[in-house]
């Protein structure tokens, strides 16, 4: 059985669709819905730039830089930043495939499907923080649907802030989503799909968390 590739038909009748991936014994035009999730993000992340979402260390130092060289470093962000989109695109699609892949029974092709619904959610998640960026000037690691803010009254080490600022209503969804599909499309019991799943996250808002630590670092060290 061949599957055809569609990934709104995942959101909208997503019971129906495991069943057809679980049988299905090839994947058809899933490079296609990649390519065109890579370009999204790289889009998304484009704008983010485009909008002066994250170009606070450029800006400080508006008073001792001249309009030409401003207007270069603006532009080699854009471009950073796109090349970032890309880059954080082909790891959400194709990592956490490769390790479901050598842990689980499954078909690579059919965890690629799976993280394309999972990058699509992350990208909505982002829009929806770039909207709560320019109205309310809030950081991703304290948007509205994550558990930044609470942390950020509990703890003061930046670290553990940006952790659970990683861990919004999105995520949790995302958690939920990849458990029931690779326990739909699996042999594999209950508690070690979960375990499998969780472990994944917690390793993922942990390089987050580290990755925001050192961001202002290493754009510091660019750009002075």
């Known amino acids: 059985m061949i599957y055809t590739n569609n990934i709104i038909r995942m959101f909208t009748h997503m019971e129906e669709q495991l069943d057809q991936l679980?049988?299905?014994?090839?994947?058809?035009?899933?490079?296609?819905?990649?390519?065109?999730l890579i370009l999204a993000t790289m889009i998304i992340y484009a704008g983010m730039a485009y909008l002066g979402l994250g170009t606070n260390l450029i800006s400080e130092h508006l008073t001792e830089t001249s309009t030409s060289e401003l207007e270069v470093q603006k532009l080699w962000f854009l471009l950073?930043?796109?090349?970032?989109?890309?880059?954080?695109?082909?790891?959400?699609?194709?990592?956490?495939?490769?390790?479901?892949?050598?842990?689980?029974?499954?078909?690579?092709?059919?965890?690629?499907?799976?993280q394309q619904v999972v990058l699509i959610v992350i990208l909505l998640e982002r829009v929806i923080w770039i909207i709560q960026s320019l109205l309310c000037g809030l950081d991703w690691y304290v948007s509205l649907m994550s558990f930044g803010i609470i942390a950020s009254y509990i703890f003061e080490k930046n670290w553990l802030i940006y952790f659970f600022g990683a861990i919004s209503i999105f995520q949790l969804w995302t958690i939920w989503f990849q458990t029931k599909y690779l326990i739909r499309t699996t042999n594999i019991k209950k508690y070690v799909v979960w375990m499998l799943v969780l472990t994944l996250h917690l390793v993922g808002w942990a390089l987050a968390a580290a990755v925001a630590s050192i961001d202002t670092i290493l754009i510091g060290g660019w750009f002075n």
């Open 22 to 36: 679980k049988q299905a014994e090839t994947v058809k035009g899933m490079w296609k819905r990649n390519v065109i």
């Open 80 to 114: 950073g930043r796109s090349l970032y989109g890309c880059l954080f695109a082909i790891l959400v699609l194709f990592t956490p495939s490769l390790f479901y892949f050598l842990l689980t029974d499954t078909i690579y092709r059919k965890l690629v499907v799976m």
